[in-house]
């Protein structure tokens, strides 16, 4: 069953990103980013509405050139979901983008240049109150505190951070957010719990260039996860080099772990061993692929065995219990009804979307009688 999460978040200023609120306890935002040539309006529009299907509530988007702006502009207009603008060093492009409705500025004040360009994109931003993400990355620490520090540290990457939030704490702007990300679990950790107490704003976590999708994961998730644990991060963005669907499902997977969100099935179940009644993992990763369009929150249990089958069937919305030579279903905490072998994912596939839909209109109607 659900529970909530007993995890004291960190206070923070809220943000608006488009319509999705970020930091004064809203929920923890699940970000991605698109790799395809934002000239290529179609395939990039195609992508963000992958991601968005996948759950993502915010994408961004690079934005390297004058044309790749334009491109934005006829990509913004073709997709719901809130957009980030990834600008470096040209002030011109976070003007034009502005303009065409970008939801968020990706942008680091003290690399745009003369202070006249900066007041230019901190005087748009706030005229059509667009925040602005301060991104800070060990791999682009500028060269004074390269050389300062020898080498990125938590301290070096804290240091930029402030220099930028001065930079528009100075222009009386505090309409933004900031990452402080590494590669290094240790460097980024710490570099996020120490700014953490340094300023008020929402931070957008994430572990940068975390590598493939096996070893990209489980970075993310130790590093992220400790984050989270400590009640630090207001939207996140896991980095893979892979397909960046499986970023968003991946930061959903840490949010649901740690009852910070839910969202879809939160499967429990056993690794299989010989004492399996049918085949765990097959029945499994058949269930993952065909479930993957449910949004409602529901716990499934798939346990292979009448070992500790019973006892996590009967905490979850469905559970099954292998056993021999049917196994048990258990439906909210009680006995349900029996399957065979024969055809034991289609019927669980039915089972779990006839649950779903009548717990989805259950939480329809007490919407609507609110």
Wanted: net charge negative; aromatic share 4%; proline share 4%.
């Amino acid at each position: 069953m659900q529970f909530e999460s007993p995890i004291a978040r960190r206070q923070s200023r809220q943000i608006m990103v488009g319509d999705v609120p970020v930091g004064g306890g809203a929920p923890i935002s699940v970000q991605s980013m698109t790799n395809t040539d934002t000239c290529d309006v179609a395939a990039t529009v195609a992508q963000v509405q992958r991601l968005q299907q996948a759950g993502a509530d915010i994408v961004r988007v690079s934005v390297p050139s004058l044309d790749a702006a334009e491109a934005f502009g006829e990509i913004k207009k073709q997709v719901s979901v809130p957009l980030v603008a990834d600008i470096h060093f040209d002030y011109r492009i976070a003007l034009r983008v502005a303009d065409l409705g970008v939801d968020c500025l990706r942008i680091n004040p003290g690399n745009i240049g003369r202070e006249k360009r900066i007041r230019a994109v901190v005087d748009k931003a706030r005229d059509l109150n667009i925040p602005i993400r301060i991104g800070v990355n060990a791999g682009s620490l500028e060269k004074d505190l390269q050389k300062k520090y020898g080498e990125p540290t938590p301290d070096a990457l804290v240091e930029s951070a402030l220099r930028h939030v001065e930079i528009l704490d100075s222009l009386d702007f505090h309409n933004f957010k900031v990452s402080v990300k590494a590669s290094d679990i240790f460097m980024a950790t710490a570099a996020y719990r120490k700014l953490a107490q340094l300023i008020e704003q929402p931070l957008h976590l994430g572990i940068t260039e975390a590598g493939g999708l096996r070893s990209g994961t489980v970075k993310s998730a130790i590093g992220l996860g400790a984050l989270l644990l400590d009640g630090i991060g207001d939207t996140l963005r896991v980095s893979l080099a892979a397909d960046p669907v499986e970023e968003v499902k991946v930061g959903w997977d840490l949010l649901k772990s740690l009852r910070l969100r839910t969202k879809g099935i939160n499967f429990i179940a056993c690794p299989s061993c010989s004492r399996q009644n049918f085949d765990v993992v097959k029945t499994m990763n058949e269930l993952e692929a065909r479930l993957e369009d449910i949004t409602t929150p529901l716990d499934v249990a798939v346990i292979g065995c009448i070992v500790n089958g019973p006892g996590e069937a009967k905490e979850a919305d469905i559970g099954l219990a292998g056993g021999t030579p049917s196994h048990a279903i258990y439906v909210d905490g009680q006995p349900d009804r029996k399957f065979k072998n024969d055809n034991l994912v289609d019927d669980l596939e039915k089972l779990i979307r006839e649950k779903a839909a009548a717990k989805a209109e259950r939480e329809a109607d007490i919407i609507a009688k609110a």
